[in-house]
């Protein structure tokens, strides 16, 4: 199993709709994640950190779930700006490293 | 507010030549990182500082050397470019030194090896 894999879409969806995107994990130790936003030839932009059950900030809500060993990150209310591939992100062994998943990719369309 | 800053944007070379990816950071973070993007995966950790003079190879090492100047600047050097060193070069920071925090980027170094 990798350290952190996702679906890698696309996921198309129309404006307005609700879409949730999940990532799995392997190393049961786990406890901070994150999730970025890439724009296609753009750096990776911070979007949310998950540390603990999950975290919600406007139309996103990210959950952590321990027990199956998955993260998930739910956009409501689409919208055309959202389109974008979103990394999901887990630690890697020792201190100070992360991993990144290669990406889940949402087109949302009109 | 500048973050994270690399030079330069966008290099080609020819295979054999030699090169310095340049990166700054004004976040007086304690931990920088050097990644490749190639297309269809994920990033992948070529070399990161854990603080300012110590470096330590990451999953994608060989061909390339790091210097960390000081707390600012981490630079990436290769030594005699390869085709299949073509990709974008994207460095990064983080206040971590224990721990896990997010990292910062910056907007990358496009590379293509001839």
């Known amino acids: 199993r990798k350290e952190v894999e996702q679906d890698p879409g696309p996921f198309n969806v129309p404006e307005g709709a609700t879409v949730a995107f999940n990532c799995t994990y392997s190393?049961?130790?786990?406890?901070?994640f994150f999730w970025y936003r890439q724009d296609c030839r753009k750096e990776p932009k911070l979007l949310m950190s998950?540390?603990?059950s999950g975290n919600e900030d406007g139309r996103f809500t990210a959950q952590l779930n321990r027990a199956s060993q998955y993260i998930s990150l739910l956009i409501r209310d689409s919208k055309l700006s959202d389109s974008a591939t979103y990394l999901c992100?887990?630690?890697?062994?020792?201190?100070?490293?992360?991993?990144f998943g290669a990406g889940t990719r949402l087109a949302v369309h009109p | 507010n500048a973050g994270v800053t690399q030079t330069p944007k966008f290099q080609v070379l020819k295979t054999g030549q030699s090169m310095t990816l340049q990166c700054a950071q004004d976040?007086?973070?304690?931990?920088m990182y050097w990644y490749r993007q190639d297309p269809g995966m994920g990033l992948r950790l070529i070399y990161y500082?854990?603080?300012?003079?110590?470096?330590d190879k990451g999953e994608v090492p060989n061909g390339y050397n790091v210097s960390r100047l000081n707390k600012r600047e981490f630079s990436l050097r290769l030594e005699s470019a390869a085709p299949s060193q073509t990709s974008v070069y994207f460095c990064?920071?983080?206040?971590?030194?224990?721990?896990?925090?997010?990292?910062?980027f910056g907007d990358g170094t496009r590379l293509s090896i001839l």
């Open positions: 998950v540390y603990s």
């Open positions: 190393n049961s130790a786990s406890q901070s």
């Open positions: 990064a920071s983080s206040e971590a030194q224990e721990g896990w925090q997010p990292q910062h």
């Open positions: 976040m007086n973070h304690n931990s």
């Open positions: 992100v887990g630690p890697r062994g020792g201190y100070n490293k992360l991993i």
């Open positions: 500082s854990a603080s300012e003079g110590t470096t």
